[in-house]
Structures are given as structure tokens and as C-alpha cells.
């Protein structure tokens, strides 16, 4: 079941997602020159910064660090899922990258709702648990992880 | 019980590692205008990118994206724990923020080797799962997470 909110960022709260709902949140793409340059900050493995010998290693080109796939990913989280004035996440669990993502490809993002349920301590709050996952131009998932994201509530009282 | 590794990075292999052994990997420090940039690229939420909302917010400033501070122990998993010559990595499991990063935080990083195994299918490698815990000064852990890694074998024939 794909989804649309009926809400904008700014005026988007726990009520407004569905459990079972799937939300596809956007795409991005990767150029070689970000994935260098993202690598030789944060992760500088020779497989993600160097294209010499990259081309010689077993994907035959550098491919994404894969906390860059994730920082994307993060980015149309942001964009098109989570309410504009959050709150700390408190983790993300099982986050697995089942493709090397190389130059050039573009990819898709979506987020399936697996559980909600309102905090008992803080009844402003509630935690939603989502499977994230990013497919490539062939439909295969490149990766997938599973946010845990704390959610103001509209109605605190109800 | 602390260990060092006795080979370089460009010389580390499976066998190095000790399961149950806990290596120091080093510490990085956040600065204001660096949590400010990576967010705004990867994860524009208004409690790590703008100030004057944060101010206000229940932290009394900006705090770091987690994800940023994922990445800066990233650099250090590579710099000070990793092989040179790395293998794709398949994941991570129960990453956890627990205390939010503020500027000036100076934070240290520590990996524990929990489980290694070698691979039936690839006799030349084997896979090393990590405990990795990111410490503030007032020895409080702000972030853990365990990933999991493929590291070559040394002598593959034993």
C-alpha cells in the first residue's frame, strides 16, 4: 500500500502515520566525484577513494562508502518523511548493504511503517519503527536499515 | 584488557585480531561549524543546523547529526582498526545514540571484537563482529554501534 501524507513537514505529527503504510520518499544519484570526495572524509578505503585501483579491484570502478548511501538516504528522510521540528532518534537497527552502489546510479527510497506505539513515560511522544530501503534502476535493494524515530503527537491528551 | 596491534594496516590480516580484546582507536572533537555543514548537506533538521531554534531547544544548542558522528568514527574504524586493503563491508546492527554530541565535545573511540569467524564458502576471508563505543570526556558513552566486517586471511590454506 503506497501512501502520500496528507500533511506538510511543518504540520506533520505521530497521528498522521498510517502503520503498514509504504512512502516512497524520492531518489538520488551518485557521481564519482562525490563519491571520492565523501570517502576521503569519512571512510577513505581504497575501494571508495581510489580510482586506480577501484578499477582493478572486484566492482571494476570505486563504489560508495556505504555511510554516504546512508547519509542520502538520511537526507530524503529529512525531506519527505520526518516532521520538520524533530526530535533525537534514539538508534537504527539492522541497517545491511546488500549491493555495492557505483557512479552514476540513481536510486529510490521508501519507508514502510512496521510499528508505532505512544510512549508511557512522555505522552507527547511516540516511537515509529521503519524498514528504509533503497532500490536501484533494476529493482534490486542496494540497501536497508531500520530507523527507530520519535514522533511528537497532536493530541497528547486523547 | 587493551590491546595494540602488532602489524600495520597495510600488514593486518584476520589473525590479527584477538577476540575479546579491546583496541583504542583515537578521539575526534565536533566543532559548531562542522556539525552545521554536514547536517545541512545530509540532515537538515533545525536542532543540528540552526542555532537559534537549538538555543531554545531542550539541548541549549545545536547537537551533531548522529550520522555525523557515525562518520567521524568511521574515520577512525579506517585510520586505526581496519586493513589497508578493506573488503565491502555487509552491515551494522544496533546502532544507538545515547547522549546527544554538542560542539567542543572531544569523543573517544573504542573497539571490542565480540565474535570472528572464518567463511565456509571463502576460505580467504572471515567475519569479525565489533562492539564500537564512542566515549565523551566525562566517560559516558554517546554512541555504540556493531558492525560487522570481512576481513582477508593471511594464510588461507591453514
Redo the contacts between chains.
Keep these: 500500500m503506497i501512501e502520500v501524507f496528507s500533511t506538510p513537514p511543518t504540520d506533520r505529527y505521530f497521528e498522521d502515520y498510517t502503520p503498514g503504510a509504504t512512502y516512497v520518499l524520492g531518489t538520488f544519484t551518485m557521481t564519482e566525484e562525490d563519491i571520492v570526495a565523501f570517502a576521503s572524509?569519512?571512510?577513505?578505503?581504497?575501494?571508495h577513494t581510489d580510482r586506480r585501483v577501484a578499477a582493478q579491484g572486484p566492482?571494476g570502478s570505486v563504489?560508495a562508502?556505504?555511510?554516504h548511501t546512508?547519509?542520502?538516504t538520511?537526507?530524503l528522510l529529512?525531506?519527505a518523511f520526518?516532521p520538520?521540528?524533530?526530535l533525537?532518534?534514539?538508534?537504527?537497527?539492522?541497517?545491511?548493504?546488500s549491493r555495492?552502489v557505483r557512479p552514476g546510479d540513481t536510486l529510490t527510497v521508501r519507508a514502510t511503517v512496521q510499528a508505532m506505539r505512544r510512549s508511557r513515560s512522555k505522552p507527547d511522544r511516540g516511537l515509529i519503527h521503519t524498514l528504509v530501503e533503497v532500490i536501484d534502476r533494476n529493482g534490486e535493494v542496494a540497501m536497508t536499515m531500520k530507523p527507530m524515530n520519535l514522533i511528537r503527537v497532536r493530541h497528547p491528551e486523547v
Design positions: 572524509a569519512y571512510d577513505p578505503q581504497a575501494m566492482f563504489i562508502s556505504g555511510w546512508v547519509a542520502l538520511m537526507r529529512v525531506d520526518l520538520f521540528d524533530g533525537a532518534a534514539p538508534g537504527v537497527d539492522e541497517l545491511r548493504w555495492p
